[in-house]
């Protein structure tokens, strides 16, 4: 099993910066895929951005050229660098890993509040 634990958030104004880490322990050996997710009260809970064991990253539309996701392999670690952020990038943060084992397993963070003001 895989255990995710975030850190980072918290209170920043439109147009700052923040960075957010989530680092995997357990039987990390078996992550492929790692990413974050978000999910504002009553909204559905919707991807961010996500990046493969090989470095191959995907964006939602809504955060493409602000935000910028990386892994540390070495560290099993996923970082998420937001900038330019807007009151509408409020919400929790979850962090997301999967794993490349028969069959695949998904594993959630607790989750990180990343608030921005107006």
């Known amino acids: 099993q895989v255990q995710l634990v975030e850190s980072g958030g918290g209170l920043v104004q439109a147009g700052g910066s923040l960075r957010l880490s989530c680092a995997a322990s357990g039987t990390i050996f078996s992550i492929n895929t790692m990413g974050w997710y978000r999910q504002a009260p009553g909204k559905q809970r919707e991807l961010v951005a996500t990046i493969t064991r090989g470095g191959i990253t995907n964006y939602a539309d809504s955060v493409k050229g602000r935000f910028t996701i990386s892994r540390d392999n070495t560290k099993n670690t996923v970082y998420l660098q937001m900038n330019s952020l807007k009151p509408e990038d409020t919400s929790i943060y979850y962090c997301?890993?999967?794993?490349?084992?028969?069959?695949?397993?998904?594993?959630w963070g607790q989750g990180t509040q990343v608030t921005v003001s107006s």
């Open positions: 997301y890993a999967d794993t490349s084992t028969t069959p695949k397993r998904n594993y």
